[in-house]
């Protein structure tokens, strides 16, 4: 589903001149599968320049569209997504950004099993500089060495959440 990679581009796209900053994402197993874009302009007027899009897709709520599966080589039903909009406070990302750089988490880890299998959550984060991305993903629970970047991970979508909403 290409549109959850970036809901900032996901129809409307937002206005020229705006920057992603973040994106967030959590794919319930069994469930509805949602992302975030956190993105900003940098020359904007307006005192909140960080808007926030929220897009979801309820997997368990159209899978009655998909069934039966469609015949090889041709396309199902195009899946319904929902789009929330709203803007984040600069202070806010600011604070979590600081709260952020005291993580420490180390980017390679040796896996020494293979987790269950089943459905599974997807959950992650990828922050966007310049001319990098950095991206943590995992799948059911986190590694014991990712647990303090998944708690503020949560912490960061139920504010995106809340904020999407007004």
Do not use: N
Request: net charge neutral; hydrophobic share 40%.
């Amino acid at each position: 589903m290409e549109a959850l990679k970036a809901p900032e581009l996901y129809a409307p796209a937002l206005p020229s001149g705006f920057a992603t900053l973040a994106r967030l994402w959590h794919y319930e197993g069994a469930g509805a599968w949602t992302a975030w874009s956190l993105s900003s302009r940098p020359s904007a007027i307006d005192a909140s320049p960080l808007r926030i899009r929220k897009l979801v897709w309820d997997r368990p709520g159209e899978s009655s569209r998909y069934a039966p599966p469609p015949a090889p080589g041709k396309d199902g039903p195009t899946p319904r997504l929902t789009l929330s909009e709203g803007r984040f406070p600069v202070e806010s990302w600011d604070a979590l950004l600081q709260e952020a750089r005291t993580l420490r988490v180390p980017p390679l880890l040796l896996e020494t099993e293979s987790p269950p299998g089943g459905a599974r959550d997807c959950t992650g984060f990828a922050y966007h500089l310049a001319t990098r991305t950095v991206s943590f993903e995992w799948w059911g629970e986190p590694p014991e060495e990712w647990k303090d970047l998944a708690a503020w991970s949560a912490r960061v979508r139920e504010m995106l959440d809340a904020w999407a909403r007004r």
